[in-house]
């Protein structure tokens, strides 16, 4: 491997220092970049070999810090194992390495007419092997699901550098413990994915965006629960509050929602063209009757891809109102989503902090977006109470403190808020089974043990 | 204050610039250093972060670290389209390299480069001696002649670069066949806008053709185009490579010039220029200039722009089929993407083909296939295979640097397409279709 | 044992129970971990059943008692507007169908045993039937699992979310571990809005019908044709064989989906006039004692070469092929089956082909499964693990059952 792919210099190192969640801090010993499996492999072995710690990284743009170097590690980063290794459409499977970026698999499957469906908001960006790890979410999971469902086989690294392959779309499903399952959302703690297996969906038949603006969120989230009552599946229900449809209008990424409106809800419906558009209408009828004030759609590929870009590139477009932003991630079970919105706005006027909210309304996934200034140490510390509330709301209402950004660094915190001892010891014992010395991102996910 | 201190502080005072960044990482497969290196120094996210740490004063401007990957960034700005914060990546860009060449003297052919571009004998001297080499053949001979390798490798390029200047004959042969008459003109246009032409410096030296076409084309098009003399270089390459007084002072003296001219438009055919100058303000802001920058700024319209606004006339037949390739500067900075392929589509028989990666940099960005042979060679080669997969006779940019890069590209490889400006193509069926007084034109 | 958990009203294959120590039924997780420190206590292995059907075709050699999860039965909760429900492990397919029908929704699981099934066999086998190609596989619809480890700890897993990454994805460990880890004594899975309408599709083969070359050719189609039916099956039963396929959705949907399937089979379908008897066979059967049951695992573009290698090596044999998953079903006439039959089946396995793996055994031929004469996993659990999984495998049962308590079958070990 070439001086360029080894990285030691403590000024190159700089850029290594954060991921997509930039409240943390920490350069690593050094960077290596790998250019094929077997350098990998071979890097792998050898600093383990001297007992330090391996911490993965993708494109870094994960945010909760599950890509945040850990002190006195070696990062290993896959920007250079961006290989589609078999694209099959027979079976419908493709075999990848694990840079490859989420959005370029979906351009060659399209050749095929087939597509990768699990979509994060930073698919243009983020690899493949990023998703592995965190298990990415994206708007379509409703109907489609998150990534663990297309992923079929891994042939992945372990502690010290052993190669094991699991599962495999050829393999019975029944014959074994479901080690892809497991490996997939384990944030890098188990070992590096070298190839990644996934299963391809043919693409829809035909696809509708529907968008309606509403007076306040309190009204579109009504009319999801109208929608989901009907019976109907959308392939996605995402809301956008007042705060965030403003932000993303003043971005060069504008997709021309007013920005007087309360919320704006964005339903697609994707499948079997005969079908859409009544199912549009009765989604249109549902916003209706929960009082939109505007419903448009569009089957038009050009609009409906405007629409979701500004949904897609909320996050960045905050960048523009505040220093810092700080981006929770929480479910909650769909039907308590107005009453947690209602507190999460209320925790946000009580610590006197700006709160915008995009979120998947139809699986409950909450994105609250805080905007702060870290300059400001009284502000810092009302952004880190104000997070904790958020998280305890989500939590008593049923649900989970992080529906796709993963753990990281960032939840460890409020891990103890959903799992009891019990069960954090089971999956601390879990790692262990994969990874006995603790040498691939040690200290994430999982809390510090309580003390005696 | 250290000198470290002092040089911060110029990045400091964009540090408002800076601040949009959330570090999404959005930009990274846009950024054709990072896609090809895998490492986030050479990312746009990367070069941002290391502006700010250098605004902290956690890293010196005068590091290697600094230095490199700044230098290493080919400017296409394909990371502006595709922020969803708006980061204005090519403004900082420019105070970076500036503070980074203040810091510490940049690479000799840069130093050389600018050096020679930021006086009028000077560019003179040095187009005419490359026009010469041109014209003799000998830098076709040299970069048959010379090896591909070690030293000898930019210096081939070079040639290769100079040799691919050269108008390409290849259309001569084209020719309408039967049943492909030219349409029915309409009365030409009388009253168009008054407009100037930036002949520009590396235009004026070796694509002089280039920019008589534009003329043509747009007097064609009921343009009065108002002759300027003595072209001057706009800044562009100053700006671009770190060296802002100069860019500044050329900058000043072309807002005077125009401004006396009292045009409509200022036309530009070369994109690089183009994106500088209508970001004149910018470069000026605090300058006493300053407005008088911005009202030029206004004025500014790429060729293929104004031709697309006014609805170009359409010519006679050349049938041939065209590879379109995007200039970063005429598409990341300013924008501009249908505008070529409506100057195009005047041209009836031109088949016209995007190349895949057309929104993807070539490589060229000024002498970045001299100052970084090994990457600028990679990038160039992925076009020039992009560009060939199209089965095209003819590539069309609407950037000099850019034809240069892909022409050189071509030419070392023996390969047979031509480049050529989408206004050369139009220019040729103008031709034919006997638009121009043939006694002015010969 | 005060909680004396009872034994009647259990099913299951009668070889199992009639070896068992003693069944019980515990009513609640503490009973379960009860039952387990009893088991370990006394040296026993413990078999989990659900409703009888799933389990593994021998029963272990090793003493051992039957927990039953019959008592931990019915819907805990259930949110239609959240698409969710938690229901106990015993609770069976049947019940859970016709609640969930009183809102307009369902469970798109159709493994093979149907309605007698129950959730936690279900969940524990995560063996789901051909309805996984068009709504997921049992592992993607479950959300959260109680478990009981083998030692004895209450774990739970998951949530009731549809979207859950707060920490590693245990729940998906549980789901298929076939009890070798712990008890699932009660699951959350997500539910789907019924399809308002539902058609079966026929295209026969065989004496009246196609030439079996077209209709493998025709199965094939339906699996790369850009629209994925719910499901589709190829059946065989000797002078029979037919393709299924099952669409779901509105009317114009069900036109315009069986329109382009058609136009990709090159065929025109029938429409089924019993669709519910068609949908039964499509699930398949398991846990019959009458015949030998195997199954292998493919991928769909080797279908044909499969479906052909399968006719010929057994003529006699009932076939049953997950046209999308590929997953190849075979059910052997008890008389069908000698050393010349299990030499040819254990052929069919060769090269990379998957193992042959047998689901159940007719009463009284056990000994022919014997591994040194079989020589290749049986059924159930732990049969088919690659070589670099093994480690791993064995340290993650270490986890959970360190003292080995749950012996779901000698070969699971």
Request: aromatic letters at 4%; charged letters at 25%; a negative charge.
């Amino acid at each position: 491997m070439g001086p360029d792919h080894v990285v030691a210099d403590p000024a190159r190192l700089l850029v290594y220092e954060s991921d997509g969640l930039t409240q943390y801090r920490q350069a690593p010993l050094a960077v290596v970049l790998p250019g094929t499996t077997d350098e990998l492999v071979e890097v792998v072995r050898a600093v383990h070999g001297e007992g330090i710690p391996v911490v993965p990284r993708g494109a870094g743009t994960g945010l909760s810090g599950g890509a945040l170097p850990v002190e006195g590690s070696v990062v290993v980063g896959t920007a250079r194992l961006n290989r589609i290794l078999a694209l099959d459409p027979e079976n419908r499977l493709a075999r990848v390495q694990p840079g490859v970026v989420n959005s370029r698999l979906g351009v060659e499957a399209r050749r095929h007419g087939l597509h990768y469906a699990p979509d994060p908001s930073s698919q243009s960006a983020c690899t493949l092997g990023g998703n592995v790890a965190e298990n990415s979410g994206g708007p379509h999971c409703l109907k489609y699901g998150v990534t663990s469902r297309y992923i079929s086989g891994l042939t992945v690294v372990l502690g010290g550098g052993a190669v094991v392959e699991l599962g495999g779309a050829a393999r019975d499903p029944a014959t074994g413990l479901d080690l892809v399952g497991l490996f997939v959302g384990s944030e890098g703690c188990f070992g590096i994915a070298t190839e990644i297996e996934v299963r391809l969906l043919p693409l829809p038949g035909g696809v509708r965006t529907l968008l309606g603006i509403f007076a306040s969120v309190e009204d579109a989230a009504r009319a999801v629960t109208g929608i989901v009552a009907q019976g109907l599946l959308p392939a996605a229900l995402e809301i956008m509050d007042g705060a965030s449809i403003r932000a993303v209008e003043a971005s060069v990424y504008a997709a021309g929602y007013p920005t007087d409106a309360g919320a704006a809800l964005v339903v697609e419906f994707d499948g079997t063209d005969a079908g859409l558009d009544e199912d549009v209408a009765r989604a249109v009828a549902c916003c209706r009757e929960a009082g939109a004030t505007d419903v448009q759609h569009t089957d038009d590929e050009g609009q409906r891809t405007r629409l979701w870009q500004g949904r897609k590139k909320a996050f960045g477009a905050m960048g523009r109102i505040a220093p810092d932003l700080l981006v929770q991630d929480a479910t909650v079970p769909r039907t308590r989503l107005p009453e947690v919105l209602e507190e999460i706005m209320a925790i946000g006027a009580r610590y006197d902090l700006h709160v915008a909210n995009v979120f998947h309304a139809g699986d409950g996934n909450l994105h609250p977006k805080i905007l702060f200034d870290r300059s400001d140490a009284d502000e810092l510390a009302r952004v880190e109470r104000a997070s904790r509330e958020m998280m305890q709301v989500c939590v008593d209402a049923g649900g989970t403190i992080t529906g796709e950004h993963g753990v990281g660094v960032d939840k460890q915190k409020y891990m103890r808020l959903v799992h009891g001892e019990e069960e954090l010891a089971a999956m601390s014992a879990v790692g262990g089974a994969f990874d006995p010395r603790g040498l691939f991102n040690p200290g994430k996910v999982l809390p510090e043990p309580e003390p005696a | 204050m250290s000198e470290v201190g002092i040089l911060g502080q110029a990045l400091a005072e964009h540090a408002d610039r800076l601040m949009p960044c959330v570090h999404c990482g959005f930009c990274l497969p846009a950024c054709p250093t990072y896609v090809r290196l895998g490492d986030e120094a050479d990312s746009p996210r990367g070069r941002l972060h290391l502006m700010g740490a250098v605004v902290e004063g956690r890293l010196d401007p005068a590091s290697d670290a600094f230095r490199v990957h700044i230098d290493r960034c080919l400017g296409c700005r394909a990371c502006e389209p595709v922020c969803p914060s708006g980061v204005e990546y090519g403004a900082l860009l420019e105070v970076a390299r500036d503070v980074a060449a203040r810091a510490r003297p940049p690479a000799l052919p840069t130093r050389l480069l600018l050096r020679i571009f930021g006086s009028r004998p000077g560019r003179a001297l040095f187009l005419g001696v490359g026009a010469f080499l041109r014209n003799t053949g000998l830098a076709s001979l040299g970069a048959r002649a010379l090896p591909g390798w070690g030293p000898f490798r930019s210096a081939r390029f070079g040639l290769a670069m100079l040799a691919s200047t050269e108008r390409w004959e290849g259309l001569r042969w084209i020719r309408a066949t039967e049943g492909q008459e030219a349409p029915e003109d309409p009365a030409p246009p009388t009253t168009g806008p008054r407009v100037a032409l930036l002949t520009g410096c590396v235009q004026e030296g070796l694509y002089d053709r280039v920019n008589q076409a534009t003329a043509r084309v747009l007097e064609a098009n009921g343009c009065q185009v108002v002759a300027m003399p003595g072209g001057g270089c706009c800044g562009a390459l100053h700006a671009h490579g770190g060296d802002l007084e100069t860019a500044r002072r050329l900058a000043r003296t072309e807002v005077r010039r125009f401004l006396d001219a009292d045009v409509d438009h200022v036309v530009v055919n070369a994109a690089g220029c183009g994106a500088t100058m209508k970001e004149y303000d910018e470069l000026l802001g605090g300058d006493p200039a300053e407005s008088d920058a911005g009202a030029l700024a206004r004025r500014v319209r790429d060729v293929n722009e104004l031709l697309a606004e006014l609805g170009p006339r359409t010519g006679a037949p050349v049938p041939c089929r065209v590879a379109v390739d995007h200039p970063c500067h005429l598409l990341h900075a300013q924008g501009i993407r249908q505008a070529p392929l409506a100057v195009l589509k005047a041209v009836p028989g031109a088949e016209v083909r995007l190349v895949e990666d057309a929104d993807e940099c070539c490589g060229g960005a000024g002498i970045y296939g001299i100052t970084h042979p090994e990457l600028g060679g990679r990038i160039g080669a992925d076009k020039v295979r992009s560009v060939r997969a199209t089965e095209c006779e003819v590539v069309a940019t609407a950037n000099p640097g850019c034809m240069m890069q892909i022409g050189a590209g071509l030419r070392l490889q023996g390969a047979p397409e031509g480049v050529m400006h989408p206004v050369e193509l139009l220019d040729v069926s103008y031709r034919r279709a006997g638009f121009y007084d043939e006694e002015r034109d010969g | 044992m005060r909680s004396a958990p009872e034994t009647e009203g259990v099913v299951a294959p009668g070889r199992i129970l009639a070896r068992a120590h003693r069944v019980l039924r515990p009513r609640t997780p503490e009973e379960v971990a009860e039952v387990l420190a009893g088991a370990r206590a006394e040296g026993l292995g413990v078999v989990v059943m659900g409703g009888g059907r799933g389990l593994p075709p021998l029963a272990p050699e090793r003493p051992f008692l039957v927990l039953s999860t019959a008592a931990l039965s019915g819907v805990d909760v259930y949110e239609p507007g959240d698409l969710t429900f938690t229901a106990g492990a015993g609770t069976t397919l049947g019940d859970l169908e016709d609640r969930l029908g009183t809102e307009g929704q369902w469970l798109p699981l159709d493994p093979p045993g149907g309605r007698e099934r129950t959730l936690g066999g279900v969940v524990a086998s995560g063996l789901g039937g051909p309805l996984q190609a068009g709504f997921g596989a049992i592992r993607d619809q479950v959300l959260g699992v109680t478990v009981v480890t083998g030692d004895g700890r209450i774990l739970r897993l998951g949530g009731r979310v549809m979207k859950n990454v707060a920490g590693f994805d245990l729940v998906r460990l549980f789901v298929g571990s076939a009890g070798r880890l712990g008890v699932v004594v009660s699951a959350s899975l997500r539910v789907f809005p019924r399809p308002r309408a539902r058609r079966v599709l026929l295209l026969e083969g065989a004496a009246d019908g196609l030439p079996r070359e077209e209709l493998l050719q025709a199965a094939r189609a339906v699996s790369t044709a850009p629209v994925v039916p719910a499901a589709a099956v190829l059946l065989r039963r000797p002078a029979e064989e037919v393709l299924v396929v099952r669409l779901t959705g509105s009317e114009p949907v069900l036109d315009a989906d069986q329109a382009r399937l058609e136009d990709a089979v090159g065929h025109a379908f029938r429409t089924a006039v019993h669709p519910e008897r068609w949908m039964q066979r499509m699930a398949g059967r398991i846990g019959d004692d009458r015949a030998f049951g195997v199954r292998q695992r493919g991928l769909p573009a080797s279908l044909p070469e499969r479906w052909t290698a399968w006719v010929t090596a057994a003529p006699a044999a009932t076939l049953h092929v997950d046209v999308l998953g590929g997953l190849l079903r075979a059910h052997l006439p008890p008389d069908a089956v000698d050393e010349t039959m299990l030499r040819r089946l254990r052929g069919m396995a060769r090269g990379d082909s998957a193992p042959v793996l047998f689901d159940s055994v007719p009463e009284g031929r056990e000994e022919l499964l014997e591994r040194r004469r079989w020589g290749m996993p049986v059924g159930g659990a732990g049969s088919g693990g690659a070589d670099g999984t093994t480690v791993l495998e064995r340290r993650l049962q270490e986890v959970f059952d360190p003292h080995g308590t749950l012996a779901p079958t000698e070969y699971a070990r």
